[in-house]
Every structure is written in structure tokens, then in C-alpha cells.
């Protein structure tokens, strides 16, 4: 593999690693074994794994909300965790529960406060990402009336307000329904065409699949395989023909191939997804707004 | 400095608009405001009486409710942001852990400012009105050299000056116990955990000033055991028998205002310790 | 440095300033409330559960007090003497620096408890009056207990005076009382006339007179007013006269 030049890596963990101290009786647990992992600029990279496979702890580690048992973890080269290096990154938590008295508008407030922007600026900047996330119409209602990929917009949008250039996001469309989920995505990818580098964790395997440029597989806390997807999910030995064709040609060209000796032909219609499906069967309406 | 300032200021504001839209918190503050009310009703009593008790149960409504708010405040409030989690959305930002504990303290301590001065408006007007009924039944007298002390002695007692000076050492010991609370709400994460705490160090605050004397006293006769408990009593728990100024000031005797400085000044760097200690030991915490 | 290290710095750090510190407010305090610099848990050391008591009750001291109060206010409606007698004991403990509870408690003890007390027996008025005589004295020890929490206040000195006067007839007391309450800051006026009377009817002319005329001489101006100089101009006269002063050392001549 060809080394990458450090000023292009977002993120680069050297053997970070965590572990807990167990209560009551002694002993550690592992939550995350050694793991050296890249983020390279501007691309979109998943972490994959089941619940407790150690990925909320690597996002976490990134934070500097939890500090390392071993290891170093970089955020564009700064430390991870560190004043400037978070000055420089957004995050949407998992199920991220924001102060629920305040409304959509005050939360940006707050957040960008906290971020070091002001005055006009800040006011702005929140017109632009109530935009973004399609929250116009909502801003005066207080979050407790907010539904799960509302609330999950929100949280996008609080995440970019300082205009980052890491977003962490951690589990973004756990739990939203598939046209929010859509909604999520569709940003997380106009993001990344503005240059963004994503890292995002999912145990949706699939959401993970439409977006996810390169991935890193973990399990028990420990890294089982990293990769572009074109990469990891090819099947060696297998080709695929879709044909926009019907009726005669079809048996034609599996007389070619099974003269051709090729044993193993399947022929049969591509399935939609589901989700492709559902969203399609929708009425046609103004996507977003009020899920 | 002054980024950090900015912070300080935001999620202290943040803490109060999430207080004052507490249910807990303001029925806490309602019934404070009625007890102090509802003082006004005593009656059946010689006007020596009628202010002393007055003065009494007025300060002690404030003082309740606001040792009530004190306690429940951060105990429900620091938590509430570690559980939720909303706390490591704050942490996302460029926020140093510090200005959390700061900002979370500053934003009680407005509260419980905002509460002490609606409370002891509220009392004045008590005090005043209750004068004002004494005054009307005391014209008769008011010609007399023995009448003329009455009414004096009448307005000596519900115009106390030195009555400011309780309030501020109200306020005082409510700081302190804030800065307890938030304490312990740095270590801990349940809310009944954090006010059990608070609260048997409040007790035991009032009695500190035995311990200490017995430590100091039996020192070099009293078993290690005995000695070290007594020590750490009288090194790490306040005084709270110091505020008890505040009884002089109602049974008006003379308190200067330099004694009462001098108690706000300890209040102030005890609870500035405090502060230090929790927000170093909050730097270290896993969230 | 760990964090948690730079914590125990800044707490031991302080801990070597609290103490002394804690100790100099204490005895601020004490010297403030009792007039004394020995710590009250001390001078209570016998009744070590009392001052613990007391000090758990924290702030609400003066409730509590005031609550005991109202039961005193009863027991004197219902005329239980020796139960008021405890109830107020109870108060002057809980809050002795409270002025209003020793006069009160003196006043009942001194007038309403021993002029009952004239009243117990029917037949034998002698041991009645030994009875009554008990109460005064009760009253008596209240307010010298409360002038030691109070050494400052004329209040409890006039009513001292006042007893010593009124229920016992010792105008010498009396006038020794009122004296020294008339000293005291912010004292009316008219305590210093009181000696004077005192003085007479306790029968020491000579030792009046020369407190007249010493008050007389004590101030420039001797117009209208609250110091009432024309009825202290009367009763120099009168002394002049009955004590046959030469004409050469009176103050008044014509």
C-alpha cells in the first residue's frame, strides 16, 4: 500500500487502545485493543461492528472524552482530544438527547456560543444549517416535540456550525425512519462534495454501504478488516451482467456461456431494495419536514 | 481569556434557563415565597413578639429554600448532562472541562441570587406593612417620652439595617453548599447519591466547630483512630456555626459589617477550593 | 502531575489556612455572643448533648425558641408558674442574647408569678409571702443571668431597678441599677432622673444631692426639654433646704 502523506490524514490512530477497570472485583476490559487506523482527507469512512465491538470508544478517544490506556490518537495532526484539535471537528452523539427546554434555535445558539462564534455571524450561520437540515419551519419548537430524525437533524446541524472539517458521528441513523435516514445521508454526502472528511460508526451494515467510501470492520474491541468497499465486498471469481432485455436473448446468452463450459450461470431479475422500495411507493411530497 | 469568559458566561446563562424551567426548582420557590408570605399571619402577639418571629421565620423560609435549591440544583442538573449525554456534546465543542464545572456553579449562584432578592423583597414588604399596622395602633402614644421610645424601638426592629447583613451571609452559606454540591456531582452520578452527601456534610458543618475543638483539646490523649476522624472533620468540612451571626442580627444585637466581610471572604476562597478541587478531579474523569 | 495530585495541593494547601482561621471567627463569635472568648461547647462540656443539640439546629435556633415561647405564653394564661418557670429556661438557653426573652421571663417570675403566689394559701399569709418572695428572686436571677449575655443593653438593668423598687422596696439597689442602666448606650433619659428618685426615697439625701447637683453640673444648656432640668432644679432646692447647705455652696440661692 502507498504510504500517505501525513497533511492529507484527518485522522491517525497509532495503537490506541482502551481498557477498563471492572468494579468490584479486579480486572480489565478490553474495550478497544491496540488499533492503528487512517482517515484520509476529504473521504468518508465507517466503522463497522455489532454493539460493543469499540466503536463509540474509538469515537470517544477522539473526543478526549475518554483518555487513552496506550497509544496516541491525531486529528489532523493535532492531539486528540486537545482544545485546538476540537476547534476543528464536529459530533453528533448517538441518540443525541440535546437540552430538551430549550427550542431548535436556541440550541444552535448555545452550541455556537460554545464553539467561539457570535453576534451576526453565529446568526447566520444558523439561518444557513436550519436550511441544510430542512428545520425552518420548526425552530421555535422546544426539542421535547422533536421526533427522532428531527432531533437527529438538529444534532447535524449543531455538529457543522463552526464549520469543521471532521465530522464524528456516531450511529447517525439509529433508530430514524428510512426517509430520514435518507435525508441523513444525503447530507453526510453533499458534505463530503464540499471537501468534509466523515467518520462514522453503524451497525447498519447497509446505510453503511450507500455512503461509506473506505470502512473498518471491528469486533471485541479489535480491528478485523479495513478497506475501500469496492475492495472488501468484491467477489473474486464471480461476474456480474445486469441487461436492460427480456425473452429470447437471455436463454441465448446462457447457450454462449454454458457452451463455453462455465458450469455455475444464475440468471434472474435484480431485486430493489426495500428501502428503494418503500420510498418510492411513498405519495409524492415535499421530502422532509414534519417525519 | 476572553473566549473562555464567553463559555463561562453561555453555560452558565444555559444552567439557569434550565433551572428556572425546572418543576422541581420552582415549587421549591413557590412555597419558599409562601412561607415568607404566610409569616405575616402570626398574630396573637406582643409587637416585640410579632417581629422577632417574623424576622425569624422569614429568614429561615429563605434559608430553607434556598439550602433546597442549592442542594437540588446541581445534583439534578450536573448529572442530568452526564446521563443524557449532553455533556459530551458540550465536551465536542472547544470547551475546557473546567469551564463546565465554573459555568454550571456561576449559572446556581445566579439563581439563588435571583431567588434571595425576589424572597427578601418580598419579606421588606412584610416587615413593612406589618410596621406600618404596629405604627397606626401606636398613635396615641406617640406624644409621650415612653411613647416616643416604643415607636422608636418599633422602627429600630423592622428597619434593622444590619438586616442586609444576614441576607448576605445567607447568601454566603448557600454558595458554600452549592460549591459542596457541585462537588460531589463531579465524582458521582446519581442525584440522591450527590444529596445525601451534601447534605450530611451540611450537618455535620454545624457541628464542626465541636469536633474541632474536641480534636484540638484531647489531642495528644485520644486514640489515632478518634484523632484522625476528628482531623479530617475539622480540615475538610466548613464551619457552618459561623453563619450563626445571622441569630444575633435578628435579636438585634450589633454585628459590624467587617465581621461580616470577613465571613464572606472565607466563604468565597472555601468555595473557590472547592471549585479547584472538583473541576482538577472532573479533568480526570472518564465520561 | 496527575490532576488528582494538584487536587490534594490545593486542599492541603487550604487546610493549613482554615483552622486557625475557623478558630479566630469562633472566638470573634463567642466574644460577640457570650462575651467571652471560651468557646461555648466549653463552658457546656458537661452538657455536651445539649450544645450538640443546639448546634444541629443549625439556622432555626430562633424557631424553636420562638415555638418553646408561645408554650410560655400558655403555661402563664393557664398559671402554671413552675411550668413556665422551665419552658423559659429552655428559651434564655436556646437564645440568650435575645433581650425580650429574659425580660419577659424575669417579668413573669418577678410580678405575675409571685403576686399569685400572695394568693396560694388562704390561711397562713406568712408563708405566702415566703413564697412570693421565692418568685421575685427568680425574677432577680433571670435578669442578672440576662445582663451577663447582655452586658450592653440598659433593658435588663431598668427592669432590675424596676424590681428591686417595686416588688422589694430597695431603693438602694434600685438606684444602683438604674444608674448603671442609665450609662449604657442609648439609654432614655429619664433613667438618670430615676437614680435621683431612687436615691431619696431610699432615704440618702446627702448621697441624692450630690448626684443632683453632679447631673445638674454635667450639662451646659438646662432648657426645655426631655432632661426636664426644671424638675431637677426643684428637687436640688428642696435638698438645699432640707440638708441646710450653706448659702455659699448651694446652687441655687433665691
Known sequence: MVPIPSEHKAVETIGLSKKFKLQWRRGYFMALEPLDLVVKQGEIFGLLGPNGSGKSTTIKLLLGLLKPSAGSATVFGLKAGSIEARK????LPENPYFPTFLNGLEVLRYYGKLSGLSGKFLEQRMEELLELVDLQESRHRTLKTYS????QRIGLAQALLHDPDLLLLD?????????GSRQIRDILLNLKKRGKTLLFSSHLLEQVQEVADRVAILHQGQKLREGSLADLLEVPEQIQIKLQSEGHTVEEIRKILTDAGISQVEISKPQMKLEDYFIRSLPERKQGGHV | MKGSLLRLVTIAQNTLTEALRQRVLNVIFLSGLIMVGGSFFLTNLTFQEEFKFLKDLGYAAISITGTLVALMGAAQLIPAEIERRTLHTLLSKPVHRFEFVLGKYLGLIALITIMLGIMSLMFGAVLYVKEQIVLAGLQGVAESE?????????LAQSRDPQLLQALALIWA??????????????????????????????????????ARQVWLQDM????????????????????????????EIIAGNNIRWGSTLEILTYSVIYVGVALVTASLIFEDREL | MRPWVWAVIVFTAWTAVKVPWEMRLARERSLLMYGTEVPMSFQMRDQLGQGLTIAALGGFRGIAANFLWLSVTTAWEDRQWVRLRSLAEMVVILQPRVSFFWENAGWHMAY???????????????????????????GIELYERGIQALPDQHKLYEMLALVYQQRLGDY???????????????APVYLERFVGFSLEKAGKDREAYDYWVKLWQSAGEHGPGPRRWKMIEEHIRKLENKLNIPLDKRLFVN
Open chain 1, 88 to 91: 476543528r471537528m464536529g459530533f
Open chain 2, 220 to 247: 495528644h490523649t485520644a486514640s489515632f483512630l478518634k484523632n484522625s476522624f476528628l482531623a479530617m472533620v475539622a480540615f475538610l468540612i466548613p464551619d457552618f456555626q459561623t453563619y450563626n451571626l445571622i441569630d
Open chain 2, 173 to 210: 452559606k448557600l454558595a458554600v453548599i452549592t460549591a459542596i454540591s457541585v462537588f460531589f456531582s463531579t465524582i458521582a452520578t446519581s442525584t440522591i447519591f450527590i444529596v445525601c452527601t451534601t447534605l450530611v456534610v451540611y450537618f455535620i458543618g454545624h457541628l464542626q466547630s465541636v
Open chain 3, 172 to 186: 438602694a439597689k434600685a438606684a444602683h441599677y438604674y444608674q448603671v442602666a442609665s450609662q449604657k448606650n442609648g
Open chain 3, 112 to 138: 405575675n408569678a409571685s403576686v399569685a403566689a400572695e394568693q396560694f394559701n388562704q390561711e397562713d399569709r406568712g408563708k405566702n409571702n415566703v413564697e412570693s418572695r421565692r418568685w421575685i428572686m427568680q
Open chain 2, 146 to 154: 415612653q411613647g416616643r421610645q416604643v415607636i422608636a424601638s418599633v
Open chain 1, 148 to 151: 427522532k430524525g428531527m432531533l
Open chain 1, 171 to 179: 450511529e447517525p441513523t439509529a433508530g430514524v425512519d428510512p426517509l
